[in-house]
């Protein structure tokens, strides 16, 4: 292992790379242009912002607010447009206020946008049919799809081309151009939807449909309430009266997966300025939060080395693989200060592994004496292929028994779950129609309806109706913790939960 010392942007190079992308023949000679080019370009966020998101975190580490890490799987290009953008901010923002409602604490708005355009895949290659010369229908072997700034989504277009990774940085730089400017424009209060205007047709169950109108009416009333007082004009969690937030209105953050080092080294940059960030630290420049994913978390890998050396908050997966000292020496590499708000901790083993796996990953941490935000990822581990229709999907159940036992668990040990990541959508089809990707939910999506709007292009996500689904399940587990101060056993097993099908017990 390297020292501290000797770390540089580019010293994962000595380092064995998982899930490697290669380029070859023209496309292996185009690529150092393309990354000379984009380590001159500007940066798309600031050390200042990424300082921001660093206190908040430590603030999230200590109970005062809440983390949701949301938005999509992979973003692609083609998806790159004005709605699409609104509409999944605007999810970010309606799932936070429910949140903020119930728990009445800040919560940190830290989206999957702006750069998720990387995929570390289970296998590197995949079979598909296509209709061979004769028109008769063959299978090939191809290169799995790894996003947008790796290959195309078209099996003719698999060959990774670094076209791609100036593409990225184009696509993420517009997008949060726009975000940022909806946020300074008043998007979060005037544009965004009122909880008034959330339409509950979709929900099947009366009583299910009742409970949430009470919600909505209680939260939509508060609303009221502190606008005609004025008070959401003064201080706030965001620092500063009326639109002083880092990116306007409120703060809201951009992420990525971490998966493309040629990329992220030549978006990083290292500080000059001082005051309100650190001067010659290195800070990673094309999001504010990045994380490393659970397949590429060796300790003596590539990822691991370029993570140490970043001044920005980082995130890691942690999977049922990881053994407990594992993790521990990970969070000692890239953390040995022990600075707080630096690492945040997601798991995501799978409903039914959470209680063999989070309490030994807890008690190591516990000891080791590493301040981490712990964060439940209840999508990764609940993924799986729908026998008729042959898409991934996930029940909305197991995401909401993933996040119960991994409340519990937290509660039991004295920790506190500090945020959600999740992989959700707010964006419509054409006709106006939310995606079918996962089941369940207060909607009861069904298996014959998955392949109707499907439009993910690696994991299931939650839509607009499923996501409030587990808002209001959230919140109500909050406004619960408030009123009685525990955060286990009934908090999360009431009526509602029932009612989305998740698992009590016995
Ligand atoms: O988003 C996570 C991974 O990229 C994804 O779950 C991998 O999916 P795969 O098993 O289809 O490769
Ligand atoms: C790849 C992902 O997750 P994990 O690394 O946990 O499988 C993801 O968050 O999309
Ligand atoms: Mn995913």
Redesign the pocket.
């Known amino acids: 292992m390297t020292t501290a010392e000797q770390w540089t942007p580019a010293s994962w190079k000595t380092k064995t790379v998982a899930q490697p992308v290669h380029y070859t023949g023209q496309n292996a000679e185009k690529l150092p242009g393309v990354l000379n080019k984009l380590s001159s370009l500007p940066p798309l966020v600031t050390p200042a912002e990424v300082e921001r998101l660093r206190h908040q975190l430590s603030l999230v580490q200590s109970g005062k607010a809440f983390l949701l890490h949301a938005g999509d799987?992979a973003e692609s290009f083609d998806s790159c447009t004005a709605g699409n953008i609104e509409k999944k901010v605007g999810l970010i923002l309606s799932f936070s206020l429910v949140l903020v409602w119930g728990g009445r604490k800040p919560v940190v708005r830290v989206g999957r946008i702006a750069g998720q355009y990387a995929?570390?895949r289970s296998s590197p290659k995949e079979k598909v049919k296509v209709k061979g010369e004769n028109g008769e229908e063959e299978v090939r072997e191809v290169m799995s799809f790894r996003g947008d700034n790796v290959n195309g989504l078209d099996i003719k277009d698999r060959d990774p081309d670094p076209d791609r990774l100036m593409s990225a940085y184009f696509h993420s730089s517009t997008t949060l151009n726009y975000i940022r400017g909806l946020l300074s424009s008043g998007f979060a209060s005037l544009y965004g939807t009122h909880p008034r205007d959330w339409s509950l047709k979709h929900v099947r169950s009366d009583s299910l449909r009742n409970s949430f109108t009470d919600i909505i009416d209680s939260l939509s009333d508060a609303l009221d309430f502190s606008q005609t007082i004025g008070a959401t004009k003064g201080e706030n969690f965001e620092g500063g009266a009326g639109r002083g937030g880092a990116f306007g209105e409120v703060d809201f953050y951009v992420s990525h997966?971490g998966l493309m080092l040629d990329y992220e080294e030549a978006l990083t940059r290292k500080n000059t300025v001082s005051g309100n960030s650190e001067t010659n630290s290195y800070y990673n420049s094309s999001a504010h939060f990045i994380w490393i994913?659970?397949?590429t978390r060796q300790l003596d890998g590539a990822h691991v080395e370029y993570f140490r050396g970043i001044r920005n908050p980082i995130g890691i997966?942690v999977?049922p693989s990881m053994k407990g000292e594992e993790l521990v020496r990970l969070v000692e590499l890239v953390n040995p200060d022990k600075e707080p708000g630096r690492v945040t901790l997601?798991t995501?083993y799978g409903a039914d592994k959470v209680e063999t796996y989070l309490p030994g990953h807890i008690k190591a941490i516990q000891e080791s004496g590493h301040p981490v935000v712990w964060v439940c990822?209840p999508m990764?581990g609940n993924t799986h292929t729908s026998a008729t229709t042959g898409l991934k999907t996930r029940y909305f159940k197991s995401i909401i028994t993933e996040l119960t036992a991994t409340l519990e668990v937290h509660s039991k040990l004295g920790t506190y779950l500090g945020g959600a990541?999740l992989?959700f959508t707010g964006e419509l089809n054409d006709d106006g129609y939310s995606v079918t990707e996962c089941l369940g939910g207060s909607m009861e999506l069904s298996e014959e309806e998955l392949g109707l709007r499907y439009q993910s292009f690696?994991?299931p996500r939650l839509n607009f109706e499923q996501s409030l689904d587990l808002a209001f399940l959230l919140s109500n587990h909050f406004k619960h913790v408030r009123k009685n101060g525990d955060q286990g056993d009934a908090a999360f097993s009431g009526e509602l939960y029932k009612a989305l099908g998740g698992r009590m017990k016995e």
Do not use: F, L, N
Request: net charge negative; with cysteine; charged share 55%.
């Open positions: 799987c995929k570390p997966e994913g659970d397949r997966k999977g997601i995501r990822d990764h990541s992989e690696c994991d």
